[in-house]
């Protein structure tokens, strides 16, 4: 849980700070070709490139996902979605979608494995939730 608030804290700093432009989910198609940010080492940035399969939009914000298919050299160069790449923000068209939450474990292609972004609308409308949440 502390892990999801800091990650929402840090989206939140992050497009404040930026003004940042989002891409709702009604607009994420598959076939769409975006990039995501991560780093793999150090403190150098690293882009790899994802395409989107599917879009998952559930009833409740909490089951909404982009399946990605994720590729390029910072995949390569970790050996598949490492889980130190949740969180990293993930842009179509210029656009933020979301973020990397997961790997799919049940996708088991290491050169181009399927990941699931959580859209930045869902986490935008679960801030004001966990806020009002006690942190231990």
């Given at each position: 849980m502390m892990r999801k608030l800091i990650l929402l804290a840090m989206v939140f700093l992050?497009?404040?700070?930026?003004?940042?432009?989002?891409?709702?989910?009604?607009?994420?198609r598959p076939g769409m070709?975006?990039?995501?940010?991560?780093?793999?080492?150090?403190?150098?940035?690293?882009?790899?490139?994802?395409?989107v399969v599917d879009v998952l939009d559930e009833p409740g914000e909490r089951n909404d996902f982009i399946?990605?298919?994720v590729f390029g050299e910072a995949v390569t160069r970790s050996g598949g979605i490492a889980?130190?790449?949740?969180?990293?923000?993930?842009?179509?068209?210029g656009k933020l979608a979301g973020a990397l939450s997961r790997a799919a474990a049940w996708a088991?292609?290491?050169e181009r494995p399927l990941g699931l972004v959580t859209?930045?609308?869902?986490?935008?409308?679960?801030?004001p939730e966990l806020e009002e949440e006690e942190i231990p």
């Open positions: 992050a497009v404040s700070a930026w003004a940042v432009e989002f891409i709702p989910l009604r607009e994420i070709v975006g990039y995501g940010l991560t780093v793999v080492r150090g403190t150098e940035i690293s882009r790899f490139e994802v395409e399946v990605v298919r889980q130190g790449m949740s969180g990293s923000p993930v842009y179509f068209e088991l292609d290491r859209p930045i609308e869902t986490m935008l409308k679960l801030l």
